[in-house]
């Protein structure tokens, strides 16, 4: 079964430090991962996905992250964190191996950027 | 532009009376899911459509239904809403087809729903 795992509920950085925000997954086959990000009542919107490829990818905003497939981890990352990067943090897989569009996402960790 | 939609927006309603909240996206997509975000439990999907005419359950069905007619549209229905319904509804969509650039899911602004 699919799962995935955000092990912190916030994580507070200091404006211009670099941040990490956690993320583990659990899959049968190979991984469809993505990074969401939800700003006060807004939706969701996406920042960056790994299907398949270079283990680094970059997506909005200057955000990245790195596939670690021995690790089973997907870890967003930013090099100089700002105010406005303050937000709720999803991430989310998709299983390639079970031909279904069951999506799983984590309990989010909240992102909170000291000035 | 490039849209999902999702009416109404907020709605309080009681026990047992049926609702329906609809979806409509404008991008042609041939994926659309419905989920419900609660505290401590993130967002967890309840249905799912690959196409008109096929839906499948995802993680929490139980008390809702969902119909796929058009390929816009993906309502979500609840028959007889419990106060355990309570929550923040998020319609998505997507345009998979199995490449790398269409995977990521646009989603809605949201529908608040309190059943008391």
């Known amino acids: 079964a699919q799962s995935v795992a955000q092990p912190e509920d916030q994580v507070n950085v200091a404006e211009g430090n670099p941040l990490t925000v956690k993320c583990t997954y659990s899959v049968s086959g190979n991984p469809y991962l993505f990074w969401y990000v939800q700003y006060p009542n807004r939706g969701l919107q996406f920042l960056l996905k790994y299907i398949t490829g270079d283990n680094l990818v970059k997506g909005s905003y200057g955000f990245e992250a790195e596939f670690n497939k021995s690790q089973t981890s997907f870890h967003l990352k930013k090099p100089s964190a700002l105010v406005s990067d303050s937000a709720l943090y999803f991430c989310?897989?998709?299983?390639?191996?079970?031909?279904?569009?069951?999506?799983?996402f984590g309990t989010g960790t909240r992102l909170k950027v000291l000035a | 532009e490039a849209q999902v939609t999702q009416n109404p927006r907020y709605l309080i309603t009681v026990t047992g009376k049926k609702l329906t909240v609809t979806c409509s996206q404008n991008?042609?997509?041939?994926?659309m899911s419905w989920y419900r975000q609660d505290p401590g439990l993130g967002l967890r999907q309840i249905y799912y459509s690959m196409n008109v005419e096929v839906t499948d359950k995802g993680d929490v069905p139980e008390g809702y239904k969902v119909s796929r007619k058009e390929k816009r549209n993906f309502p979500l229905i609840l028959e007889s809403p419990s106060p355990n319904q309570t929550s923040l509804y998020f319609c998505?969509?997507?345009?998979?087809?199995?490449?790398?650039?269409?995977?990521?899911?646009?989603f809605g602004p949201g529908t608040r729903l309190t059943v008391l």
């Open positions: 998505a969509s997507s345009a998979d087809q199995g490449l790398a650039d269409y995977n990521e899911q646009f």
């Open positions: 991008m042609n997509h041939e994926y």
């Open positions: 989310a897989v998709r299983d390639e191996a079970s031909g279904t569009y069951k999506y799983i």
